[in-house]
C-alpha cells in the first residue's frame, strides 16, 4: 500500500516494540484478509521495518520513545500515554483502534454502524474473579466495565473532549501505578472512572454505543467456554497474544497454565 490522502473510515494501531510491530503486522493482515482496501495508520517506535511489513500500512508514523534500560512499570506507563496521544492523531473521521494482539475471524463491517448514533463504541471486559483468582471466569461481560484493547470513534467535539480528559488523567497517575496493568487495570482505570463511576461521559454529551465483546473483543479467557458452546463461529475479532503465538509458544502457554493450576508454577 501507498501513502495517500486521509480517508473517511480506517484502523488505527500503535505498535512500541519489536514484537509488538510483529504482532501488528500479523494483525493487520487478518484486517486486510477481510478487507482489502481499508486504510491503516500506524504509530510505532520502529525505524527498520521489512518491506514485507510495511506494506499492510498506508501511513506510517515513527516517534522516540525514552531510551536506555527502564524499569518494566515505568516502560508500559510511557507506552500507555503514548498510545493515547497517537489516537488523538488518527487520520481518519471514523476510527477503529485495534491493539496489536488481535485477530480478525469474520469480517466487520456491521462494527462500524455502531457509529451511526454515537461517537464512541467499545466493548466491555470479561468479568473474572479478580483479584483472587483472575483466571476464573464469572460472566461473559463484565456491566461496568470496559476494555480498551478495541473500541471504536469519531471524530467529534465530545469525542476530542473525553480524549482530552482521558490523557490528562493519564499523566496523572504514577508510573509505578499505571504500568502495574495487572493491579491497577492501566489505561482502563481512568477511562471506566471517567463513566461508570463520574458519567463525565454525558455530562459533555458523548454518546457510547456497546459493542458485542464475544463477538468485537472476545477475549482469550472466553476462547475455551465459546468452543464449550459452539459459539466460537461468532467471534469477529479475536484479542489475546495467543493468536499469534507460534505453535511451540503456544505449547508452552499450555503447560505452564496446567502447571500453575495444580500448584507447580508461580506467576
Not at 496521544?85 to 476510527?95: A, M, N, P, S, W
Not at 460472566?139 to 467535539?157: E, H, L
Request: aromatic share 10%.
Amino acid at each position: 500500500m501507498t501513502d495517500n490522502q486521509s480517508a473517511q473510515r480506517g484502523v488505527l494501531y500503535v505498535a512500541l516494540g519489536r514484537e509488538s510491530l510483529r504482532e501488528t503486522v500479523l494483525s493487520a493482515r487478518s484486517l486486510h484478509r477481510f478487507h482489502a482496501d481499508t486504510p491503516v495508520q500506524l504509530f510505532t517506535d520502529q525505524t527498520d521495518m521489512p518491506a514485507s511489513w510495511k506494506k499492510e500500512f498506508n501511513f506510517v508514523e515513527t516517534m522516540a520513545l525514552e531510551s536506555g534500560p527502564m524499569e518494566r512499570k515505568k516502560l508500559l506507563a510511557g507506552v500507555l500515554r503514548k498510545k493515547a496521544d497517537c489516537i488523538g492523531r488518527t487520520r481518519f473521521h471514523e476510527t477503529l483502534h485495534l491493539d496489536a494482539d488481535t485477530k480478525l475471524l469474520h469480517p466487520i463491517e456491521g462494527l462500524w454502524s455502531h457509529l451511526a448514533e454515537a461517537d464512541f463504541a467499545i466493548a466491555n471486559e470479561p468479568l473474572n474473579d479478580w483479584p483472587h483468582n483472575p483466571s476464573v471466569l464469572l460472566q461473559y461481560k463484565n456491566p461496568r466495565y470496559y476494555n480498551s484493547g478495541v473500541f471504536a470513534f469519531r471524530d467529534t467535539a465530545a469525542w476530542r473532549r473525553f480524549l482530552a480528559e482521558w490523557r490528562r488523567r493519564l499523566d496523572l497517575i504514577p508510573d509505578h501505578e499505571l504500568g502495574d496493568f495487572a493491579a491497577t487495570g492501566g489505561d482502563q482505570r481512568p477511562l471506566n472512572a471517567m463513566i461508570f463511576d463520574e458519567g463525565f461521559h454525558q455530562a459533555i454529551g458523548l454518546k457510547i454505543a456497546e459493542l458485542d465483546n464475544l463477538k468485537y473483543n472476545a477475549r482469550g479467557m472466553l476462547f475455551k467456554p465459546l468452543r464449550k458452546e459452539k459459539k466460537m463461529s461468532q467471534v469477529c475479532i479475536a484479542h489475546c497474544h495467543s493468536v499469534h503465538a507460534p505453535l511451540p509458544e503456544i505449547v508452552r502457554l499450555k503447560w505452564l497454565t496446567l502447571l500453575r493450576r495444580i500448584g507447580f508454577a508461580k506467576g
